[in-house]
């Protein structure tokens, strides 16, 4: 059944819309202090389809995300109690804020630097900056070098293999996608039920 190849020609056509930029500051804005969904999947198709704004998108991604940082910096500086612990229940993620506190304690700012490249959600270590009063200079220039490392690393990635890694892509993009919701549904089951 190809409905991972519908889909991904789906994304594909609305990352070539005139408004997907903005999209784009919205996912990435979002996704750095509340929103589950990492900017990732919106920036990768839309280099793809756009290869000669590979940079323009990976900067766009890397400041709305900066900014969505420092939004989600005043969550934990302002209003950890009526917002910033709602949003980490409601993800479960209780146990990931701990673990984001302890590292803070044990590495400081430079914990931000590298939340660029963790699977933990982004937006715990920038509520956790704030819940701390972590400096905002050194967390905002950690900010922009980590998450630049990360969105221009990916659009990098994408701008030199494009064509190839998109007629792959194209060509076995059920069989991942279906891979992808078989292990991700293994794994669901198995941290909620065996763990």
């Known amino acids: 059944m190809r409905v991972f190849s519908w889909m991904y020609q789906r994304v594909l056509d609305w990352t070539a819309h005139r408004h997907a930029p903005r999209y784009l500051v919205l996912l990435s804005f979002s996704e750095s202090s509340f929103f589950p969904i990492p900017p990732d999947v919106m920036l990768a198709p839309m280099v793809l389809?756009?290869?000669?704004?590979?940079?323009?998108?990976?900067?766009?991604?890397t400041v709305s995300s900066v900014i969505g940082g420092l939004f989600g910096y005043?969550?934990?500086?302002?209003?950890?109690?009526?917002?910033?612990?709602?949003?980490?229940?409601?993800?479960?993620?209780?146990?990931?804020?701990?673990?984001?506190?302890?590292w803070f304690h044990e590495h400081g700012v430079w914990i931000v630097f590298l939340a660029g490249f963790t699977p933990i959600p982004y937006k715990l270590f920038t509520v956790t900056s704030g819940v701390?009063?972590?400096?905002?200079?050194?967390?905002?220039?950690?900010?922009?070098?980590?998450?630049?490392?990360r969105f221009f690393l990916v659009a990098g990635l994408l701008y030199w293999g494009g064509?190839?890694?998109?007629?792959?892509?194209?060509?076995?993009?059920?069989q991942i996608g279906w891979a992808t919701l078989g292990i991700a549904t293994i794994l669901f089951f198995f941290f909620r039920y065996l763990r």
Request: aromatic share 16%.
């Open 49 to 61: 389809a756009r290869p000669q704004r590979a940079w323009y998108f990976a900067a766009l991604t």
């Open 74 to 102: 005043l969550i934990g500086y302002f209003l950890f109690e009526e917002i910033g612990q709602p949003v980490i229940e409601f993800y479960q993620a209780q146990q990931k804020f701990s673990t984001v506190q302890s």
């Open 132 to 149: 701390l009063a972590i400096a905002v200079l050194p967390f905002t220039i950690a900010s922009l070098v980590g998450r630049g490392a």
């Open 163 to 174: 064509d190839r890694f998109s007629r792959y892509l194209h060509q076995r993009i059920d």
